[in-house]
């Protein structure tokens, strides 16, 4: 059973920056899709920014040009990079590794953003 472990929410005022970090058990990350959903209270989960295995990235637009998604398959990690951050990113963050017929979840990180 692959097992993911996010770190790296906290509690930032707006403007600031923080950069989440989701490291995967076992030897599977790098043939899986990898990217960070988020939920806010009373909301759906949302997917924020996403990376195929071969390193393609797409981003929801409201976090374009403030977020940027990595991955190092060397170290099983994805990371999501998060600058010029607003109150309405604020919501826990979740990890996914995805691929057809099967996908991961993270147990997920508080994230928020306030004066």
């Known amino acids: 059973q692959v097992q993911l472990v996010e770190s790296g929410g906290g509690l930032v005022q707006p403007g600031g920056s923080l950069r989440l970090s989701c490291v995967a058990s076992?030897?599977?990350?790098?043939?899986?899709?990898a990217g960070w959903y988020r939920q806010a209270p009373g909301k759906q989960r949302d997917l924020v920014a996403s990376?195929?295995?071969?390193?393609?990235?797409r981003y929801a637009d409201s976090v374009k040009d403030r977020f940027t998604i990595s991955r190092s398959n060397a170290k099983n990690t994805v990371y999501l990079q998060m600058d010029s951050l607003k109150p309405e990113d604020t919501a826990v963050y979740y990890c996914?590794?995805?691929?057809?017929?099967?996908?991961?979840w993270g147990q997920g990180t508080q994230v928020t953003v306030s004066s």
């Open positions: 996914n590794l995805y691929r057809p017929g099967s996908a991961y």
């Open positions: 076992g030897n599977i990350f790098s043939i899986y899709a």
């Open positions: 990376v195929t295995s071969g390193g393609s990235t």
